[in-house]
């Protein structure tokens, strides 16, 4: 992943802001645009620090060391960081779910009358995906997600509901897959396997990657 936006000359030890960002860029995980923003808006911070310093005379390079003092160490702001990045990502994969889900049933629609022994297991995947999808929208809303006990609640449990979703996605794409070798419309079950393959892509990407927010804070 690309870092903020940060001139690389800029980016030595003798430039205690950039050296600062640099650091915290390296101990968080989530998504890049929310990312970026946020050492930007930090990096822009520790400038408007330093040049507040330079105007009452401090000279630079001291002024900026002191503007980084001010900030605190790394260690202490990475986790507000990383919560917030978090929490990000928990909502992306949630609107992922909601955006996604909604194909199982469809899937179901489409396979229910030719699909025989097939069509029972694929409804019983779409309800079970749906409800949790609810589930995953209802716990990113912000009172129910602020009294969740303990911060890796929340991510873990939308990070496994995504999980299930796209398990779910993967079984309807197969159910799809074969029913498209018995049925007359075949075209039609055809796509609607490659939708519902692009759509486990996605969901199954963005749940590993609310995983993945939840390594730095467990450290």
Known sequence: MSGPSIP???????????????ELEAALVGPERVRVRMLAEIHDGLLDATDAY?????????AARLAVR???????????CQRELTVAQTRQTARAA????????????????????????????????TVLALVTLAA???????????????????AWTGTG???????ATLALGC?????????LFAAAGALSAASHAVLGSSARACRRCLRPTAG
Do not use: K, N
Not at 54 to 62: C, F, I
Not at 103 to 121: I, N, Q
């Open 98 to 129: 909601a955006l996604c889900v909604p194909f199982l049933l469809v899937c179901w629609t489409l396979t229910r009358a030719t699909a025989g022994p097939w069509a029972a297991p694929l409804a019983l995947l779409a309800a079970v995906s």
């Open 70 to 80: 001010d900030f605190g160490p790394v260690s202490a702001l990475a986790p507000e």
């Open 140 to 158: 990113t809303r912000g009172v129910l997600a602020r009294r969740l006990p303990g911060r890796p609640v929340l991510p873990l449990l939308v």
């Open 165 to 171: 979703a796209s398990i779910g996605m993967a079984a």
């Open 54 to 62: 330079v105007h009452q005379g401090v000279p630079r390079a001291e």
């Open 8 to 22: 690389r000359a800029a980016q030595l030890p003798s430039d205690p802001p950039a050296a600062y960002t640099a």
């Open 179 to 187: 029913t498209a070798f018995v049925a007359a419309q075949w075209p």
